[in-house]
């Protein structure tokens, strides 16, 4: 293999490499405000237990 070739080979990835990295923020981004707004609404609906008069019970499901 030639130095030409070596270089080509890298330089394809660095270049694959590189859209993985960016892929992989943008999922990691989107997620973050996916976990946000989900954190919202589970605070919203709690407060809304909370007004209705129901208190939420951190209890494991009854299988564990």
């Known amino acids: 293999m030639t130095d030409n ?3 080509a ?7 694959f490499q590189e859209d993985a990295i960016d892929k992989l923020s943008d999922m990691v981004a989107r997620q973050e405000k996916d976990l946000e707004r989900l ?3 589970v605070q ?5 237990l909370k007004e209705a008069g129901i208190e939420p019970v951190d209890q494991p499901p009854p299988h564990y």
Not at 9 to 15: D, Q
């Open 9 to 15: 080979e890298l330089e394809s990835r660095i270049t």
């Open 39 to 41: 954190t919202r609404m």
């Open 44 to 48: 919203i609906l709690a407060g809304q």
């Open 5 to 7: 070739e070596r270089f």
